[in-house]
C-alpha cells in the first residue's frame, strides 16, 4: 500500500515536470497586434451593457431566494385542502337548474 | 511628470478604457501578457497557444466593466484565461475533434519503467521529458474537459481546491469531487497500459 503510494507520488512528480515544461515553449510576437486589432474592431465598450451587467450581476442573485419562495408556495398549495373549493366549482357547473323568481323568495 | 501619469495603475487604465479609450487596453495587454500566456500555454495544445491568449484578452476587454478590484486585474484575468481554455476543451469534446493517439512502445517503456522505479527516478533524463509530456497528453485526451481541467489545476499545478474552484467558477464541493474522481481515472488509464 506504502509502495504504490509512493510510485503514485513519483509519477505524479514527473507528471508535474513535464506539465510544467509547457510554460517553456515559445511563441510568437503577431498574437498581441491580433489582439488589439480585434479589440480595436470592436470600438469602445458600449454603456448600453450596463444595464446587462447590472441583471447579470445582481438579478442573479435573487436565484435563491426566488427558489426558497416557490418552494414555500408549492408547500403551501398541497398543504392547503382544495376539496371545498372543488365542490363549490362542481355545484356550480353541474347544478344547471336556474332559480325561479319564486325560489328566491321561498327561504 | 508625475509618476502617476507615467505609470498610470490598473485602476487607472480600466477607468480610460471604459471612459472610451481604447488604445490603453494596449498597457494591459504588455503588462499581462506573459502572466496570460503561462496559463494558456499550460492548458491548450501548442498550435492553438496564441489563439487562446487572443482571444482571453478579447474576453478580458469586454467584460472590463464587470471588473471589481477586489483580488486584482492580474487574479480577474486568471480566471478567464483558465475558463477560456476550459471552453476551449468543451467546445473540442463537443465536435469530438480532440486527437486520440495511441501509446508507443516507448511511450509504454517509460510508463513501465516510472511505475517500477518507485524510489529511484534517476533513470529520468531529459530526453524522457518529450515520453512524459506525450503519456501525460495521452491520459488527458481520454478525459472529460471538466476532469482535465480539475486535474490540471488541483493535482499537477498543486492549486487549493478553493483556488481552482474560484479560477473555474465552480463551487468548492464540485471540484473536490471531480478532482479525486479525474485523478482516479488517470491512474486506471495508466495502470492499464502498462504490461503485468
Redesign the interface.
Known sequence: MK?LQ???E??????????????H?E??E???V???R???A????PSG??FF?FF??FVWRLTPATCILIFIFAALLFKLDFTPEYEVFTSLICDTEELSLAQLFEF | MPNHLRNPSDAEIIRRIIDGDVNSFEHLLRKYQDHVLRIVKKHVPFQEVEEMAQEVFVRAYQALPGFKEEGGFGQWLSSIAVRTCYDFWRKRYRSREVPMSDLSENHRDWLEKTWSHQSDTSFYEKSRVKEARETLDWGLERLSAQDRMVLELVYLEGLSVKEAAGLLGWSAAKVKVRSFRSRKKLETLFKRVIPT
Do not use: C
Open positions: 509502495n509512493h510510485t503514485y513519483a509519477l505524479r512528480t514527473i507528471l508535474r515536470e513535464a506539465y510544467f515544461g509547457k510554460e515553449v511563441v510568437g503577431q498574437w498581441q491580433n489582439a488589439m480585434r479589440i480595436r470592436l470600438g469602445p465598450i451593457s450596463n451587467l447579470e450581476q
